[in-house]
């Protein structure tokens, strides 16, 4: 079963890896962690140090406003295609 670590826990180790002076492998072993998931961490981290550990169904602002515009855009193609169709009914009914 795999461990679930907190995004406080993660910032920590993350922290701790490069400020305390003492190796990856060290810091890793202490926090009870695997090493190649402390180096996953921090790879995150260096990615984006203001929103390193997004997860749990949440995106990053700009993958969230490209999924929210996506759907407008659906929502905005199919109200369009209705109104064509009403447009088509509401034409032939006057001929």
């Known amino acids: 079963m795999t461990q679930k670590y907190d995004k406080e826990f993660k910032l920590h180790a993350v922290q701790l890896a490069l400020e305390s002076g003492k190796t990856t492998s060290q810091v890793a072993r202490e926090l009870g962690v695997s090493q190649k998931t402390l180096y996953g961490w921090m790879s ?52």
């Open 44 to 95: 995150k981290y260096k990615e984006d140090p203001s929103a390193p550990f997004v997860g749990s169904g949440n995106l990053r602002s700009e993958a969230q406003t490209i999924r929210d515009l996506e759907r407008e855009l659906r929502d905005l193609r199919e109200e369009n295609a209705i109104l064509k169709k009403a447009m088509c009914i509401f034409t032939n009914d006057r001929k």
